[in-house]
C-alpha cells in the first residue's frame, strides 16, 4: 500500500541536524534535489502500488532517491545504504526532516526500488527534466516545448494538413548507438556446457534421496567429467580438433543429466525444486539443444543464442570495434540534443540503428514542435528511406551526396567535416557515461532492472551537465556583474 506524502521540499533550515550548524545552499545534493520533478517521480511510482491493504510502503523519494544515488556516485547496493546513512546531504535530497544515523532500509530493498521504476519511466523522467531546454542550444530555455515556431500551440483537437503546416526547422539531432556490456563471463562453448553438467549434477544430488534410490546418480565419473573440461580450459590455444571432441563429451554428459532429472520429476514431481531452480533447467535444455544443433551443422551462431545461464536474456551484440567485436549486453540507441542525452531505444537483441531514425526525428517533433535542421549520423543511417524521408521535410542529413561531386564539392565537404567534428559529441556521452557512471559494465542480473540502470546513468550524466552548465553561467553573470561595476565606477570617477 502506498499512501502520498507532502510533496513540499525542505527548506535548509528546517533540516535538522543534531550536530548543530545547517546544511549549505551551494552543495550539489541541495542543487540535484531542486531539479528532479519528485512530483511526477511520485506519480509514477504509486501506478505500480496497490493503494488499498499492505503495509505501507517507503516513499517515492526514498527509493528514487536510492537508486539515483548509487548510479550518480557508482556504489554498490551495499555501499549505497551505508553512504546514505553517513552523509546529511544525501538524506536532505530523499526528503527526511531531521539526520537519521540509521539505515533507512536494507540493501535488498534496492533490487525492489528498480524494479519499481522500469526503463521507459526513467526515460521519460529524463526527458521531463532536460527536453525543455530549447533545441537552439540554450540552457534552461523553454522554447523548445512547442511556444514558438512549434505545431502544438493550436487546439488540441485542431488537424492542420502536412501541406498547410510551416516548415521550420530548428536545432541539430545527433544519433549513435552503443552497448552496454553485463557482468558475465567471457562465453565459449565448452565452459557453458561444463556449468550446464554441474547445475544438472546438483539438481540430480537434491533429488536422488526422493526417489527410489538404485544405481548410479549419473551414468559417468565426474571427476574424469571434470578433468576432460579443464585439460582444455588451462591450453591457451587448443586445437580445433580436440575442443570438438570436449564439447560431444560435454553434450553427452549434459544429455545424460537431463534425461535423469527427467525421469525423477516425473516419479517425485516438481514441488521440491524451487522456481529458480525449475528456469535453470529449462535454460540448461535450451542450451544443449543450441548446442547440439551447432555441433552437428558445423556453424557457429544459431538463434537467440544464450551465452550465460545465469542472465540467459543476454544475447551478443556485434559492433565490429576494434580490439572487441563483439560484446554482451544491450544495445542503446542514443541521441543527444542540446549536450544532453537521450535513450531511444534499447534492446538485448541486435538491431538495426538506421531502421530507428524515422521514430527518433518524429519523437523530437512531438518534444519540441518543429523538425531538427540537421541530423548528424554515420554511414549506416544514410539508407535510401532515411535519405528521402530527411529531403522531404527539408532536413540536411549529415554525409556526402549521392552522385558525382558537383560544383559545391569544396563546400559540401567543409561541412561535412564540420558535421563530423561536431558529431563527436555523442561519441563523448558514451564515453562518459562508461568510465564515469557504469555503463561499460551494468551489475543488475534481471533484465528489467538491468534497463533501468542503464537508464539511470544517462540520467545522472544529464544531471552533472545541468550542474556545470549552472555553474558555467553563474560565473559570466558574476563576471558580467563585476565588469559593468567598474566601468561605472570609473565612469563616476571620471566625473
Not at 39 to 62: F, H, L, Q, T, W
Not at 471 to 481: D, G, L, M, N, T
Amino acid at each position: 500500500m502506498y499512501r502520498k506524502r507532502n510533496r513540499s521540499q525542505l527548506t535548509l533550515d528546517d533540516f535538522i541536524l543534531p550536530f548543530g550548524g545547517k546544511l549549505k545552499a551551494e552543495n550539489r545534493w541541495v542543487k540535484l534535489a531542486q531539479m528532479i520533478p519528485w512530483d511526477y517521480v511520485e506519480d509514477i511510482y504509486a501506478k505500480s502500488m496497490c493503494g488499498d491493504n499492505g503495509a505501507g510502503a517507503i516513499s517515492s523519494r526514498i527509493a528514487f532517491g536510492a537508486i539515483f544515488i548509487k548510479e550518480h556516485e557508482n556504489l554498490t547496493d551495499q555501499g549505497t545504504v551505508g553512504y546514505i546513512a553517513e552523509n546529511p546531504y544525501m538524506q536532505y535530497f530523499l526528503g527526511l526532516h531531521e539526520y537519521d544515523q540509521e539505515p533507512l532500509f536494507d540493501a535488498s530493498m534496492m533490487v525492489h526500488f528498480r524494479k519499481r521504476y522500469p526503463a521507459d519511466m526513467v526515460r521519460a523522467i529524463n526527458k521531463r527534466m532536460f527536453a525543455g531546454c530549447s533545441a537552439k542550444g540554450g540552457d534552461g530555455d523553454d522554447k523548445g516545448s512547442g511556444g514558438e515556431g512549434g505545431t502544438q500551440g493550436g487546439e488540441a483537437n485542431e488537424v492542420i494538413p502536412e501541406d498547410e503546416q510551416p516548415v521550420q526547422n530548428l536545432g541539430k539531432l545527433i544519433l549513435d548507438a552503443t552497448c552496454a556490456p553485463s557482468d558475465i563471463r567471457y562465453p565459449t562453448d565448452i565452459s557453458l556446457l561444463n556449468e550446464a553438467r554441474e547445475n544438472t549434477e546438483e539438481l540430480i544430488d537434491k533429488l536422488w534421496g526422493h526417489g527410489p534410490g538404485q544405481g548410479r546418480k549419473t551414468r559417468y565419473h565426474r571427476r574424469k567429467a571434470r578433468s576432460e573440461y579443464l585439460g582444455i580450459a588451462k591450453q591457451k590455444k587448443p586445437r580445433y580438433r580436440k575442443i570438438n571432441a570436449a564439447i560431444r563429451g560435454q553434450l553427452q554428459y549434459v544429455k545424460s543429466n537431463i534425461d535423469t532429472l527427467g525421469q525423477l520429476l516425473m516419479r517425485v514431481g516438481t514441488d521440491l525444486l524451487s522456481g529458480r531452480e525449475l528456469e535453470r533447467l529449462a535454460v540448461i535444455c535450451a542450451v544443449h539443444r543450441q548446442q547440439s544443433l551447432m555441433y552437428q551443422s558445423g556453424e557457429r551462431k544459431c538463434g537467440n543464442r544464450i551465452v550465460s545461464l545465469r542472465q540467459p536474456h543476454i544475447r551478443p551484440i556485434l559492433r565490429g570495434k576494434a580490439g572487441n567485436e563483439c560484446e554482451f549486453g544491450q544495445k542503446i540507441s542514443l541521441s543527444v540534443v542540446s549536450g544532453y542525452t537521450f535513450i531511444e531505444r534499447q534492446s538485448y537483441n541486435n538491431f538495426n540503428e538506421g531502421a530507428g531514425l524515422i521514430a527518433c526525428v518524429e519523437g523530437y517533433r512531438d518534444t519540441y514542435g518543429y523538425y531538427p535542421e540537421a541530423i548528424l549520423v554515420d554511414k549506416i543511417y544514410r539508407n535510401r528511406t532515411n535519405l528521402n524521408y530527411c529531403k522531404g521535410r527539408n532536413i540536411r542529413l549529415s554525409g556526402p551526396k549521392l552522385g558525382r561531386p558537383g560544383k559545391d564539392a569544396g563546400r559540401d565537404r567543409k561541412i561535412e567535416y564540420s558535421d563530423m567534428c561536431a558529431r563527436n559529441i555523442v561519441e563523448g556521452r558514451s564515453g562518459t557515461a562508461k568510465r564515469r557512471f557504469g555503463l561499460d559494465l551494468i551489475m543488475a542480473y534481471l533484465p528489467e532492472t538491468g534497463m533501468t540502470e542503464a537508464a539511470l546513468q544517462i540520467l545522472c550524466m544529464n544531471t552533472r551537465i545541468r550542474l556545470l552548465f549552472l555553474a558555467i553561467r553563474k560565473w559570466v553573470e558574476k563576471r558580467f556583474c563585476v565588469h559593468i561595476f567598474v566601468h561605472c565606477y570609473a565612469v563616476n570617477s571620471c566625473h
